[in-house]
């Protein structure tokens, strides 16, 4: 599986998608997450979901901001971000993986990797 994500650069309290989109096979039978790394700090979890059997999880910090979802073809998945903050300004990743729920926000369940995108969000 090949991830690629596409970011880009927006002003606070604005809006970006993000997608991640896989070539190679479905995902639909993955969990995908994204995550995200500031400069100097951890890779850390913002979102994941499941197609088969459910499940959605964020990152207390997006919570009420960023929305994951999928497309009906199960091949892309989105991270919708809104009332983007400063703080937001990260390389973000998606990733899928086939883990248990208790495990989505850790990157070691996760098998495949895109290759980051930088998101910029000026104050």
């Known amino acids: 599986v090949q991830l690629q994500a596409r970011g880009g650069l927006v002003q606070a309290g604005g809006s970006l998608r993000l997608s991640c989109a896989a070539s190679?096979?479905?995902?639909?039978?993955?969990?995908v997450g994204w995550f995200r790394q500031a400069p100097g700090k951890e890779r850390e979890f913002v979102a994941a979901n499941r197609w088969i059997g459910g499940g959605i999880s964020y990152a207390d910090s997006v919570k009420g901001r960023f929305t994951i979802s999928r497309d009906s073809a199960k091949s892309t998945v989105f991270l919708q971000m809104n009332s983007l903050k400063p703080e937001d300004t990260a390389v973000y990743y998606c990733?899928?993986?086939?883990?248990?729920?208790?495990?989505?926000?850790?990157?070691?369940?996760?098998?495949?990797w895109g290759q980051g995108t930088l998101v910029t969000v000026s104050s």
């Open positions: 990733a899928a993986g086939r883990g248990p729920l208790s495990t989505w926000s850790q990157t070691r369940s996760y098998e495949y």
């Open positions: 190679g096979r479905t995902l639909s039978n993955y969990v």
